[in-house]
Nanobody
Framework: QVQLAESGGGLVQPGDSLRLSCAVS??????AHWYRQAPGKQRELVAA???????YYRDSVKDRFTCARDNAKTTVYLQMSSLKPEDTAVYYC?????WGQGTQVTVSS
C-alpha cells in the first residue's frame, strides 16, 4: 500500500521560502498533486507535478512555487518562495489517490 510522508512546513515570515517534501513508500509513481486547505476554506489544488515537463500551478502561486522530484529518494517536493500570508494553510500531497497527512505552513510577520 502506498504511504506518503510529508514534511517541511513551518512558521515563516512573508517573503521567506520553504520546501515541502512528500516521501513515497510502497509505490513507484512520483506524479503528484499538491493541495492546500486554509481554515474555513475548501481544499484547493495548488500544483500538479506530472513527469518532468508537465506541470500546472494555480495562478496565485505561479512563478513562486516549483515542482521537483528525486527519483532515487522516491520523494517529491514543492519549492515555495516569496511566501505570502495568504499561502497559510495545511498542504497535502496526493499520489495515485493516496493522501499525505498534511503539513502546516504559516506565513506571518
Amino acid at each position: 500500500q502506498v504511504q506518503l510522508a510529508e514534511s517541511g512546513g513551518g512558521l515563516v515570515q512573508p517573503g521567506d521560502s520553504l520546501r515541502l517534501s512528500c516521501a513515497v513508500s510502497g509505490g513507484s509513481s512520483l506524479n503528484a498533486h499538491w493541495y492546500r486547505q486554509a481554515p474555513g476554506k475548501q481544499r484547493e489544488l495548488v500544483a500538479a507535478c506530472i513527469d518532468d515537463d508537465i506541470t500546472y500551478y494555480r495562478d496565485s502561486v505561479k512563478d513562486r512555487f516549483t515542482c521537483a522530484r528525486d527519483n532515487a529518494k522516491t520523494t517529491v517536493y514543492l519549492q515555495m518562495s516569496s511566501l505570502k500570508p495568504e499561502d497559510t494553510a495545511v498542504y497535502y500531497c496526493n499520489i495515485d489517490h493516496y493522501w499525505g497527512q498534511g503539513t502546516q505552513v504559516t506565513v506571518s510577520s
